[in-house]
């Protein structure tokens, strides 16, 4: 009977992972995320789904990040579909990556979201089923600077569900000088703010400061780029960081810091609960940096296909679109999603939407043999800092 089916099952707690500090992470993500997926070969068949018959199956099984989605969604989809949804949640790609590999298409989970870079080689493993998107009409709401990306031009198996980029954020009552790119990251790193800049915890990012900075491919793939990357990172930053950290929003916080290397929701974040947000000023640097997206996806062998189509169409609707901004604090994706922001008066919004000059100067992020190099930089750099 309608209504007697528990509301929403959650495996893991609120509170066992900080909203978005998940992104610290993926350091190590070239090495172990490659690892798991080079132990699942294509030999073994992975186990198929159900065709969809566009029936709504009564259950649907979500494995995702901790709190990355608005539980009103969710619990409203349950309510109007009369479907138990079930989410379990992981704290990294990597886990992701070896609970499909290892299950071969048995895992039981129907919805996942994988971030952008880790979707190629998700496909060469076969741990993705392709996307019906007749089930899914909300898809030609999305934005245009958010779909056809690399590493799915045609959408065939992913579907934005949250973007952002990455720049710094600094005290300007410490520094009181007009920073606009990571060339300024780094002077100020060694001068005003040395002592008390935090980098985040990734090496791709931490990498890209001082590539960017020298006019390089973030993603470059040639030594000799990445040795000097490496020297600039190393010897120069290094000795002036304090610490590294997941999410700038704590450090902001603590209010030890004056110079922080941030995603800009989490440095959104930050400035809504810092006592004086008017002395803080967030930076969309230059010439580059990196455009992260992650991405709604259904595994391979997914027992619930129909109810896994209308869930993401649900959540992808521009009905959605603001309560599910305003929750996980990055866009969705959606075209007029910062004319909806701006109706509902949500803080900081400059945060949130990048101009479209920005927008069209990112890089996305991509996994490369290289990123075994970048995360050595990263643990020589933490053990310069005394980190």
């Known amino acids: 009977m309608a209504g007697t089916k528990p509301d929403v099952t959650f495996l893991a707690p609120r509170a066992a992972s900080a909203r978005l500090s998940r992104r610290a992470l993926l350091a190590g993500f070239g090495v172990v995320g490659l690892g798991a997926l080079s132990a699942c070969g294509k030999t073994t068949k992975m186990a198929a789904s159900p065709p969809t018959d566009g029936k709504l199956e009564s259950k649907l099984n979500l494995y995702s990040w901790g709190d990355y989605d608005n539980p009103e969604l969710i619990q409203a989809f349950k309510s109007q579909n009369d479907i138990l949804v079930q989410v379990d949640a992981y704290g990294s790609n990597e886990e992701l990556v070896a609970k499909l590999s290892t299950s071969r298409g048995t895992s039981g989970y129907d919805v996942v979201v994988p971030t952008g870079a880790n979707i190629p080689q998700m496909l060469e493993h076969d741990l993705l089923q392709e996307l019906d998107l007749s089930l899914i009409p909300n898809f030609e709401h999305m934005d245009p600077n958010f779909t056809q990306q690399y590493f799915d031009p045609d959408n065939t198996y992913s579907i934005c569900k949250a973007w952002g980029t990455t720049g710094f954020v600094y005290n300007t009552t410490q520094i009181d000088r007009e920073l606009t790119s990571w060339q300024d990251f780094l002077?100020?790193?060694?001068?005003?703010?040395?002592?008390?800049?935090?980098?985040?915890e990734d090496p791709w990012e931490v990498s890209a400061i001082a590539l960017a900075a020298q006019g390089f491919s973030l993603n470059t793939q040639d030594e000799g780029e990445l040795d000097k990357a490496r020297k600039i990172i190393v010897d120069q930053l290094a000795p002036n960081v304090k610490a590294y950290v997941g999410n700038a929003a704590t450090s902001m916080i603590q209010g030890s810091f004056t110079l922080l290397h941030a995603y800009n929701g989490d440095a959104r974040q930050g400035l809504t609960e810092v006592k004086d947000p008017e002395n803080w000023k967030f930076v969309f640097p230059t010439p580059s940096a990196n455009l992260w997206m992650d991405c709604w996806a259904i595994a391979t062998g997914a027992p619930h296909p129909d109810s896994a189509h209308a869930f993401i169409n649900q959540m992808i609707?521009?009905?959605?679109?603001?309560?599910?901004?305003?929750?996980?604090?990055?866009?969705?994706?959606?075209?007029g999603?910062?004319?909806?922001?701006?109706?509902?008066?949500?803080?900081?919004?400059?945060?949130?939407?990048?101009a479209q000059k920005?927008?069209?100067?990112?890089?996305?992020?991509?996994?490369t043999p290289a990123d075994q190099i970048r995360t050595k930089i990263l643990t020589?750099?933490?053990?310069?800092?005394?980190?």
């Open 317 to 335: 609707s521009p009905d959605t679109a603001v309560d599910q901004l305003d929750y996980i604090g990055y866009p969705i994706g959606t075209k």
């Open 337 to 354: 999603l910062a004319e909806q922001a701006k109706k509902a008066e949500l803080d900081q919004q400059d945060l949130i939407f990048p």
């Open 380 to 387: 020589d750099a933490q053990a310069r800092s005394g980190a």
């Open 358 to 367: 920005v927008l069209d100067r990112l890089e996305p992020s991509k996994q």
């Open 187 to 200: 002077d100020t790193a060694q001068k005003e703010a040395a002592g008390t800049t935090a980098l985040l």
